[in-house]
């Protein structure tokens, strides 16, 4: 919004309604309706020679022609495209004139007329119109906004064609992914296992300790399977005067029957028969297997288990009915030198309303003697 200037001081003053060469009386109240093509006459409707000096201007030195701005000091704003207008510290108002007002804007109040031929004609100080200023902010305004409109352009041409990289090495990405999981499915060595993940039920919801049906008459019994008894191996063994049995070492089972004998210190070689309950997540003979070598593998058993490889295994014919067998060696840094265990678990198919049939034969590594002889008890296996 513009509005207009003010001036004070009595005189003649270019004409505000814009006509060129033109000067307008000002009595300090209003303009005179007559104009004059010279500032220093006399105000109108006055004699000659009411006039003996030129006319002061507000901020002017005195001095006639050839002075800066004519007839006073030169204006040091002027509103672009119109006449300057005299302003004084006490400025009263003036009516809005036609064709005067600040043009794209509003003026900052000058200090003197400006004259025609004088310095800075029509202009502010420093020599530019204030069109020419518009202009230039405008061209200004235009550079930054078509900067700022190519910077953005290409950012989302950059982001772009980074998408469709990063999209492209994802599919890629995931195409080797596939790729090396293939390999080591196919490659995977099949004489080490990778340890199950079996449920904390089907590992810790047995009760070895009880229902057991003993050892009698050469037989050891549980689970309703059998096997052999053979010499040296009883149901209880003595360290420092306390007897212990291996039982409850199997509590992913139940009703566990076991014989044993101590090999060294922390070591014992043994074997035992019980079951597995179907309701505790195990499924049939082959998986029931593989979940009770892994959950034997995490036990407290054994600490620190380096790894478990898998020498054999497969389904086991008991005549009226089928099992399935496992040979491990379970791999664990132990007292006394032992490696480990070598051990032997079969599930048997009792039928779909009966627990499955458990065996279990473990003897340290590197006592072969034993290892022969258990195996061949593990050959009297049978059910009943």
Not at 93 to 102: H, L, N, R, V
Not at 145 to 170: C, E, N, P, W
């Amino acid at each position: 919004m513009s509005y207009p200037q003010r001036v004070s001081n009595a005189g003649w003053y270019p004409d505000p309604s814009g006509q060129p060469g033109q000067f307008r009386y000002w009595d300090g109240s209003g303009w005179s309706a007559e104009t004059a093509v010279h500032p220093s006459g006399p105000p109108p409707g006055a004699g000659p020679g009411a006039h003996e000096a030129p006319t002061q201007y507000p901020g002017g030195s005195g001095g006639g022609a050839g002075a800066s701005g004519f007839g006073g000091a030169p204006p040091t704003n002027v509103a672009p495209g119109y006449p300057q207008q005299p302003v004084t510290p006490q400025q009263p108002a003036t009516p809005q004139q036609p064709g005067y007002g600040g043009y794209g804007g509003y003026p900052s109040g000058p200090s003197a007329p400006q004259q025609p031929g004088g310095p800075g004609w029509g202009q502010p100080p420093g020599g530019s119109s204030g069109g020419g200023s518009g202009k230039t902010v405008g061209i200004v305004i235009g550079i930054v906004v078509l900067v700022i409109a190519l910077g953005v352009g290409t950012f989302l041409l950059v982001r772009g064609l980074s998408g469709d990289d990063d999209q492209a090495g994802d599919d890629e990405s995931s195409q080797t992914e596939s790729g090396t999981e293939t390999t080591e499915t196919e490659t995977e060595t099949p004489t080490e296992s990778t340890p199950a993940d079996p449920t904390g039920v089907a590992c810790s919801g047995g009760t070895p300790e009880q229902g057991g049906d003993g050892v009698s008459g050469g037989a050891v019994t549980g689970g309703g399977i059998r096997v052999d008894q053979v010499a040296g191996y009883e149901p209880e063994f003595t360290i420092e005067g306390e007897s212990y049995n291996q039982n409850g070492a199997f509590d992913f089972a139940d009703g566990m029957t076991t014989v044993s004998r101590l090999v060294t210190d922390g070591w014992v070689a043994g074997y035992g028969v019980g079951s597995l309950a179907r309701d505790r997540g195990y499924e049939n003979p082959k998986q029931a297997a593989e979940t009770a070598m892994s959950c034997l593998e995490q036990s407290a058993n054994y600490e620190d288990v380096t790894r478990r490889d898998n020498l054999e295994e497969g389904e086991v014919d008991l005549g009226p009915t089928t099992g399935y067998s496992i040979t491990s060696d379970i791999l664990a840094t132990a007292p006394g030198g032992i490696p480990g265990d070598r051990v032997v678990i079969t599930v048997v198919d009792l039928g779909d309303d009966k627990p499955f049939g458990f065996y279990i034969n473990y003897v340290p590594l590197g006592y072969n003697d034993l290892l022969r002889t258990q195996t061949a008890v593990g050959e009297t296996l049978a059910v009943g």
